[in-house]
């Protein structure tokens, strides 16, 4: 038991929190996993019935997942930040969760390798906005302020990435001043007080809601792609590897009602916007149906995504090793069936 409270300190104190989705519209992905066959191990240990305890969180990385909610099968909690889960992770309270994907990878190095990497189930989180009409690449930011949420977070790292691509030098061509929390910064661009700001989805939806004059002028997983050829990942699906192993026939069955539940939001936008709102993911209905379409929810499972996130944990390590738990995730973190 002390070894897990240390465990559950030392993750509080090394995350570096990736929240949001992204994307002005749903993107092109690899194909779902049709046809996916049943695993066939014989010396499977069943579920005995009891439903899978899933934890999501509130905001794009749990609204995927919306379709299931309620159904006898699943015992899904919806909660308000990674800080939230680490506890529950740790302490096997739940067999799978939605996370960042460098909670992900976070979690893998701490706790021995007892989790695995499921699925990708959001792209692209993050948004410039512009209170004007002059930014239309990054090499417009040059000379200006541009304010984010959580300095030494992923967002300040993917933008510091994306200006040095660009030819820009942080701090020196492109002023980045930081507001600690996404909702700070939402209120303060929505009363129209700063002209420039970096922002995860719902936060963008609430801001354009707002103020008329604000409008997304940058789509950071656009210019994510065109300089690396891959997409942003901004939220994965995690499992105890002993649950992994002992339910494998449970496990694939949940994947597929998972995957069609994704499905059922991005092209059910109005009923999923509905049942997001009265599951606590976002705050009312409107902001979820508007939302939806910016937010890249996707299925990708394992093996297809890891080439993205292996660039992405590469990236991140090379600015702060300590934001993916000290080492790049080798491949027995990535699940396959």
Known sequence: MARKIWLCLSLVIMLFVLVGCGGTSPVDQPGPNEGATEATNEDEIPNDGKPINIAVLKGPTGMGIVKLMGEENYNIQVLGSPDDLIGKIITGEVDLAAVPPNLAAILYQNTRQKIKLLAVHTLGAL??????????????????????????????????????????????????DYISQHTDLAAIMAAGQHDLALLPQPHVTSVLMQNKDVRIALDLNKEWKNVLNKELTMGVLIGQKDFIDNNQNTLVAFLQEYEQSIQFVNNNMAEAAELIAQNGILPNAEIAEKAIPYCNIVYIDAQQGKAYLENFYSILYDFNPDSIGGKIPDDEFYYSQ
Not at 130 to 137: A, V, Y
Not at 162 to 173: A, I, M, Q, Y
């Open 127 to 176: 948004y410039i906005l512009e209170n004007g009409e002059n930014i239309t690449s990054l090499e417009d930011l040059q000379g200006r302020t541009l304010y984010v949420s959580g300095k030494g977070a992923t967002p300040d790292y993917v933008i510091q990435y994306l200006l040095k691509e660009h030819g820009l030098v942080p701090g020196k061509d492109v002023t980045l």
